[in-house]
C-alpha cells in the first residue's frame, strides 16, 4: 500500500478537491489511489479528528470517502455526525467499513441517509462500482453548485451497470422466492400427510371431506379416527391466523388431542367434553409464542347405538342435516382454546337414523354454508340447501366446486375445511 501523507486542514482549500477520504489511517488503500491517479482526479487523505477545522471549507469538496474500518464506538458516533453535517452540505458520502479478500469485491460499502446510523450490515462491491458511485456524486455535486460537469464515465455506462447489478439482484431476490415457495408446498405437503389417509367407511357410515388451504399451509386440520369396534372420534380444528406459524400448530392440536387411554389392560374413551378439557389444558400450559388460540369441534360417534355426542371449543356449530327437514345447527357453549386454563365446554347427544348428515366445518367455509343475523339468527345460504339432500359424496364434491368458483375478495380468503358423514339407509 502506497503511503500518502496527511493532509492538513489549511492545504485541503487551496484548490477543489475531487475526492477527501476521512480516515485515522495513516494511509489510503492502494485499490482506491489507483483508481482515482488513473480517472485523473485530486484527492486527499485527512484526519477524522481533523474534520472541525474544514467544517466551514467545505464548498471545495467534491464528495468524501469515509474509512470506518476498525473504529470504536465512540469514533462511530463521531462519523455520525460527520456524515449529517455532509449530508447536509449536498455532499455525497460513500462509507467504507471493511475489507473483503475476495477476487473480485474488495471492499465492503454501507449506504447513507440524511439521517445515518452506523450499521454492521454491510455490502460487498467492486472497485469499479466504487469507482461509479464516485463519479455519480461528483456530477451531482458540481451541477447543484452550477458548476460545468463532464460525467467521469458515460451515462450509458452508468446505465449499463446499475442495470446489470439490478438484474442480479433481481434473479437472487426470484431465485430465494422460487427456494421459499418449493419449502412451503414440501411443508404443506408435509402437514397433508397429517391427514388421514382413509376414512372409516363402515356398512352403515359414509364419509366425505373437503380440504381448501388458502396457501401452501394451512391453519385447519381435521382427522376420523376408529377408536375401537364402536366408536369413531372426528374434529375439525382451525388455528387463529394463517401462513407457517397457525400451520405448525396444527401440528401440535393434532398431537394434543388424545381421544382416548390405554391403562393397564384396558382403556377409556374420554367424552367430547373432557377431550377439549384436555387440549385447552395443554395449550394454556404450553404458552405457546403467537397465533396461540384455535377452535375446535369434536364428535364421538357410536356406530352401533347411532348416538352422536359433541362439544366445541368456540368453533362453528356442527349442522345436522335430515331428509325432508330443515337444516339446523347443534348448539353447545364451548369458549376457544388456550385462553384459560380451567375453562370448561359443555356437551349434547343427539340420536341419528338412516338418512341423517352431520358436518363439521372451518369458518372459512361459513359463507357457503350460512350466516347469522343479529335479529333473525342463522340462516342457511341457498347454495348450501340445494345440495343438503344430496349423498355426501356427491354433496361434499358440489361444496367442493361452489367453495371454488365464489368471487371472495383475496384479503378475505380463509382455509376451508369440511367433513361430513351420512347414515346409510
Not at 386440520?221 to 391466523?241: L, M, P, Q, S, T
Not at 404450553?286 to 366445541?312: D, H, M, P, V, W
Not at 368456540?314 to 353447545?332: A, D, I, N, W
Request: charge should be negative; glycine fraction near 4%.
Amino acid at each position: 500500500m502506497v503511503k500518502t501523507e496527511l493532509l492538513s486542514a489549511i492545504e485541503l482549500q487551496k484548490s477543489f478537491t475531487d475526492v477527501l477520504y476521512l480516515s485515522n489511517q495513516k494511509q489510503m488503500p492502494a485499490e482506491i489511489k489507483r483508481l482515482l491517479k488513473e480517472r485523473n482526479l485530486s484527492h486527499r487523505i485527512l484526519r477524522i479528528d481533523k474534520f472541525a477545522e474544514i467544517r466551514d471549507k467545505l464548498g471545495l469538496v467534491g464528495t468524501v470517502i469515509v474509512d470506518a474500518q476498525d473504529s470504536d464506538s465512540a469514533q462511530q458516533q463521531k462519523m455520525a455526525r460527520i456524515i449529517e453535517t455532509l449530508e447536509m452540505e449536498n455532499i455525497g458520502v460513500i462509507l467504507i467499513t471493511d475489507r473483503v479478500k475476495v477476487p473480485v469485491k474488495s471492499f465492503s460499502l454501507a449506504p447513507v441517509k440524511s439521517s445515518f446510523t452506523m450499521s454492521g450490515t454491510t455490502e460487498a462491491v467492486s472497485v469499479d462500482e466504487l469507482w461509479t458511485r464516485v463519479s455519480v456524486n461528483l456530477a451531482y455535486r458540481k451541477k447543484s453548485d452550477g458548476m460545468a460537469v463532464k460525467p467521469a464515465i458515460p451515462p450509458k455506462q452508468i446505465q449499463t451497470i446499475y442495470k446489470n447489478r439490478l438484474a442480479e439482484q433481481l434473479s437472487m431476490t426470484g431465485a430465494l422466492v422460487d427456494n421459499l415457495t418449493e419449502q412451503l408446498r414440501l411443508a404443506g405437503l408435509v402437514q397433508q400427510d397429517f391427514l388421514p389417509t382413509q376414512l372409516p367407511h363402515t356398512d352403515r357410515i359414509k364419509w366425505a371431506t373437503v380440504f381448501l388451504p388458502a396457501e401452501w399451509v394451512s391453519g385447519d386440520i381435521y382427522n376420523v379416527v376408529r377408536i375401537d369396534e364402536k366408536h369413531i372420534g372426528f374434529y375439525v380444528a382451525d388455528v387463529v391466523g394463517h401462513g407457517m406459524p397457525a400451520a405448525l400448530l396444527t401440528i401440535f392440536l393434532k398431537q394434543a388431542l388424545v381421544m382416548r387411554a390405554t391403562v393397564d389392560n384396558t382403556y377409556h374413551i374420554f367424552s367430547p367434553a373432557e377431550v377439549m378439557r384436555n387440549l385447552n389444558r395443554r395449550m394454556a400450559t404450553q404458552k405457546l409464542s403467537g397465533y396461540q388460540f384455535a377452535t375446535c369441534c369434536y364428535c364421538l360417534l357410536n356406530i352401533e347405538t347411532l348416538e352422536l355426542t359433541y362439544a366445541r371449543a368456540g368453533h362453528p356449530y356442527p349442522v345436522f342435516v335430515r331428509p325432508t327437514e330443515q337444516p339446523k345447527q347443534l348448539e353447545v357453549r364451548g369458549s376457544l382454546l388456550g385462553v384459560f386454563k380451567d375453562a370448561d365446554y359443555a356437551e349434547d347427544k343427539i340420536q341419528l337414523q338412516p338418512g341423517d348428515k352431520v358436518l363439521l366445518y372451518s369458518d372459512g367455509a361459513e359463507p357457503f354454508i350460512g350466516s347469522f343475523d343479529d335479529l333473525t339468527g342463522f340462516h342457511f345460504a341457498e347454495g348450501f340447501c340445494e345440495i343438503k339432500d344430496l349423498p355426501i359424496v356427491e354433496m361434499m364434491d358440489r361444496f367442493n366446486t361452489l367453495a371454488q368458483n365464489q368471487n371472495i375478495d383475496p384479503a378475505e380468503v380463509d382455509d376451508i375445511t369440511t367433513i361430513g358423514f351420512e347414515v346409510l339407509k
